[in-house]
Nanobody
Framework: QVQLVESGGELVQAGGSLRLSCSAS????????MGWFRQAPGKEREFVAA????????YYVDSVKGRFTISRDNAKNTLYLQMNSLKPEDTAVYYC????????????????????WGQGTQVTVSS
């Protein structure tokens, strides 16, 4: 089992940058594929980016490709999301999530396919 805590969300102007962090407790973080999701008001939670347990596979939703970068530091039990060239439509609560399958070769995109979730961090991009 793993507990996840996100941080780094704040109000930023369009075109700005933020780096979100997701700190994980427990010794199993390095074994899990991890993902970032977001939920805007009145909308369903959506996939943003995911990374395999060893960082070898990385995927992004089309709307953030070239602007966002997901990474992980297994020694620090931390997942990151570097967000550049932010747009007002990026405004949402951002969640990190862990896929509870150990050393899985698969990287998943569905909300229901992740077993552990953080509480979220608010990102607001002003125009």
């Amino acid at each position: 089992q793993v507990q996840l805590v996100e941080s780094g969300g704040e109000l930023v102007q369009a075109g700005g940058s933020l780096r979100l962090s997701c700190s994980a407790s427990g010794r199993t973080f390095s074994a899990y594929a991890m993902g970032w999701f977001r939920q805007a008001p009145g909308k369903e939670r959506e996939f943003v980016a995911a990374i395999s347990w060893n960082g070898g596979r990385i995927y992004y939703v089309d709307s953030v490709k070239g602007r966002f970068t997901i990474s992980r530091d297994n020694a620090k039990n931390t997942l990151y999301l570097q967000m550049n060239s932010l747009k007002p439509e990026d405004t949402a609560v951002y969640y990190c999530a862990a896929d509870g399958s150990y050393y899985s070769a698969a990287v998943r995109f569905g909300v229901r396919e992740y077993d552990y979730w953080g509480q979220g961090t608010q990102v607001t991009v002003s125009s």
